[in-house]
C-alpha cells in the first residue's frame, strides 16, 4: 500500500468529504486541528477570488495553531470540478499551485495535465470514482489515490457494493484508496480499513457539526430520517445522487419526477421552484448514514468519539483474531 507520508501523523484514517453548500473553513480547519484531513469544494465560494481568501484563511489559522501549540495540523484539501461546465477549474487551479495545497480532489475527470501541475509542487491528487472503468482511467492519469464512492453515499453516489469494490480496484491500483459510503463511526472506519481501504471518507455525518453550514432545517431532518428516507435519482442535476426524500417532497418532487433518468427542467415541471438555483437551496443531500446521526455536536467532540470508537472496534478484532490464530 502507498499511504501519503502525513498518514502516521493523523489522528485518525479519516478525511472530512468536501459537501457542497456545506464545507467552508470552519470545518476544514477543526477538521485539520483535531488531526484528520478536512476538505471543501472551490465552487462553495462564488468566485476564484473569494476561494482564494478561503484557502488564505485556513492555511493562516493552521500556522498559528501550530506555532501555538507545538502540534502538527493534518493536511487539507480542495475539491475541483474538473468538467467543461466548469469555467473556472483553470483559474482555481492555478490558485491551489500558487499556495501549494496539499491534497487536490477531483470529480467529473482525470486530466493527466492537472495531476502533472499538483505533483509540481508536490501534491497529491485523489479522484472520486464509482466504477471500474473510472478507476482505471484515473489510475492511467497518474492520481495518487482513488475514493470510492461506494452504494449509499451522501452526493454523487455510486451503486456498488463497498466490499467486492474495494477488492476490485486494489487488484490493480496499488496507491491510496479511501471508501466512502454511509460510515459515521468508529466501527465504520475500522471496517473499511479491515476492507483493504487505507481511509474512510466521512461527509453525512459531517453535515450535522456546529461548524458546518448546513441549515437548521436541513440538521433537524437527517436527525428525524432513516436510511429508507435516501432517494437516488439523476434528475436533480443530471448526475445520479442521493437526496432526502422529505425535501424532494417538500419542492413537490412526486416519486415519477424523481425516477427520470435525465436531468428536470425545474422553472417547467415544478410550480415550487421557478429556478435549478433556488431548488438546490432547499434540496438536501445525505447517505443513508443518516440512520445513525442523532445529534449536532462539535468536530472536536465527533472526532474523538469516532476515535473512541474506532479503537474499541480494533480491540474486538484483535480479541476475534487471538481466538482464531490461537491454534
Not at 487539507?76 to 467543461?84: A, D, E, Q, S, T
Not at 459531517?206 to 429508507?228: C, K, P, Q, V
Amino acid at each position: 500500500m502507498n499511504r501519503p507520508s502525513f498518514y502516521n501523523d493523523l489522528n485518525l484514517p479519516v478525511v472530512a468529504a468536501p459537501m457542497f453548500l456545506i464545507s467552508g473553513p470552519e470545518i476544514v480547519i477543526e477538521c485539520c486541528k483535531n488531526g484528520i484531513v478536512g476538505t471543501f469544494p472551490a465552487l462553495n465560494q462564488r468566485t476564484t477570488e473569494g476561494f482564494e481568501e478561503w484557502v488564505v484563511e485556513i492555511k493562516e489559522a493552521l500556522a498559528k495553531f501550530e506555532a501555538e501549540t507545538g502540534k502538527k495540523a493534518a493536511p487539507f484539501g480542495v475539491n475541483l470540478i474538473v468538467h467543461n461546465t466548469n469555467p473556472r477549474v483553470q483559474a482555481d487551479l492555478e490558485i491551489c499551485i500558487k499556495h501549494k495545497v496539499p491534497i487536490i480532489v477531483t470529480s467529473l475527470g482525470a486530466v493527466s495535465q492537472l495531476v502533472d501541475a499538483v505533483h509540481s509542487y508536490g501534491g497529491l491528487v485523489w479522484h472520486d470514482v464509482i466504477k471500474k472503468r473510472h478507476a482505471e482511467k484515473a489510475a492511467e492519469a497518474g492520481v495518487d489515490g482513488l475514493i470510492l464512492v461506494s452504494a449509499g453515499a451522501g452526493g454523487h453516489a455510486g451503486t456498488l457494493n463497498p466490499m467486492p469494490f474495494v477488492q476490485e480496484i486494489r487488484s490493480f491500483f496499488k496507491k491510496t484508496i479511501l471508501l466512502a459510503g454511509c460510515i459515521s463511526n468508529g466501527r465504520d472506519v475500522a471496517s473499511a480499513m479491515q476492507m483493504g481501504a487505507d481511509f474512510a471518507w466521512v461527509g453525512t455525518r459531517f453535515i450535522n457539526t456546529t461548524e458546518s453550514r448546513a441549515s437548521e432545517g436541513y440538521r433537524d431532518m437527517i436527525i428525524s430520517s432513516g436510511a429508507s428516507d435516501i432517494v437516488h435519482t439523476a434528475a436533480v442535476s443530471g448526475v445520479e445522487a442521493n437526496f432526502l426524500r422529505p425535501s424532494l417532497e417538500a419542492m413537490g418532487i412526486t416519486q415519477e419526477m424523481w425516477s427520470k433518468k435525465a436531468k428536470m427542467d425545474f422553472g417547467k415541471e415544478l410550480d415550487a421552484a421557478k429556478a435549478e438555483a433556488k431548488a438546490w437551496k432547499t434540496l438536501w443531500s445525505a447517505g443513508q448514514g443518516v440512520a445513525t446521526v442523532h445529534d449536532n455536536i462539535p468536530v472536536s467532540e465527533l472526532v474523538h468519539r469516532i476515535r473512541t470508537e474506532f479503537i474499541e472496534a480494533l480491540k474486538q478484532q484483535k480479541e476475534v483474531l487471538e481466538k482464531y490464530s490461537a491454534d
